[in-house]
């Protein structure tokens, strides 16, 4: 069983950064493609970025591309996610997924996988 522990969460006010982090606790995280998805209050839990267990290729939401970076650290075995020019509407909890697939769609979030506990990004206008 993967645990993931998000951390890196907070409030800011818009146009500025935050880096959130995404430690695993197992020893083939190098086998799992990783990925970053939120929940706004009162909406569906949204794919937000992705990374597939090499780091070859990723995925970004339209709503984020251009502004976020998913990257990994196998070694350390952390997902990282660099959020720049955050806007009032990335608020939401943003969850960390750990999943055996790195899927061809992304449209909707996987119902597989590990999931952590989240971690709130507040954006202030």
């Known amino acids: 069983q993967v645990q993931l522990v998000e951390s890196g969460g907070g409030l800011v006010q818009a146009g500025e950064s935050l880096k959130l982090s995404c430690a695993a606790s197992d020893r083939t995280f190098s086998t799992y493609a990783m990925g970053w998805f939120r929940q706004a209050p009162g909406k569906e839990r949204e794919s937000v970025a992705v990374?597939?267990?090499?780091?070859?290729?990723?995925y970004y939401a339209d709503s984020v591309k251009g502004r976020f970076t998913i990257s990994r650290d196998n070694a350390k075995t952390t997902v990282y996610l660099q959020m720049n020019s955050l806007k009032p509407e990335d608020t939401a909890v943003y969850y960390c997924?750990?999943?055996?697939?790195?899927?061809?769609?992304?449209?909707?979030?996987?119902?597989?996988?590990?999931w952590g506990q989240g971690t709130q990004v507040t954006v202030s206008s």
């Open positions: 997924n750990a999943d055996p697939i790195y899927y061809s769609d992304y449209s909707s979030p996987p119902n597989t996988g590990h």
């Open positions: 990374i597939s267990a090499s780091g070859g290729r990723t």
